[in-house]
């Protein structure tokens, strides 16, 4: 074989091994990106910080809860709301649009003491891909001043 024609089959290899290292590249890129993109959908439930007490004051308990969507596509939620073990309420919503936000502020009313205190205020967030529990302690009864 001639140096020629063995330079010509090395540069026909080289070129072949280029096309396929691309595609390889490309389909490991395209797999990677739709991997990524899968595992970052996601929903926050949060509490929104000052917007509650850790007492109950004049029998009511009030607080701000949050809800972002990260999914990608309309996501219906249900939310729960627990004082310890007891369900105290409970709301159905969609978010549709990704980073869509939705702020609620409960008042949670007729509360007085007869439970055993710290008890634990808890929010349980489901959708199809989870759930998402957040919750904060009262702590007891402050009833206010009154003097007159």
């Known amino acids: 074989m001639s140096s020629e024609a063995e330079n010509a089959e090395f540069w026909r ?12 590249g490309v389909a490991v890129e395209a797999y990677l990106i739709y991997v990524l993109k899968q595992e970052s959908r996601f929903s926050a439930l949060y509490l929104v ?11 009511s308990l009030s607080f701000t809860y949050g809800v972002e969507c990260y999914e990608g596509r309309p996501t219906s939620y249900h939310l729960e709301i627990y004082l310890g073990e007891r369900k105290i309420g409970e709301r ?13 502020r409960i008042e949670l009313t007729g509360l007085r003491g007869g439970m055993p205190f710290p008890v634990k205020l808890r929010l349980v967030l489901t959708s199809e891909r989870g ?14 001043n009154r003097s007159g």
């Open 49 to 59: 910080p000052g917007s509650y007490s850790n007492y109950i004051e004049d029998g």
């Open 92 to 104: 159905d919503f969609t978010l549709c649009n990704p980073g869509k936000k939705r702020e609620e």
């Open 13 to 24: 290899i080289i070129k072949w091994s280029i096309v396929i290292a691309v595609l390889v």
């Open 131 to 144: 759930t998402n529990e957040v919750h904060f302690w009262v702590k007891g009864v402050k009833e206010r």
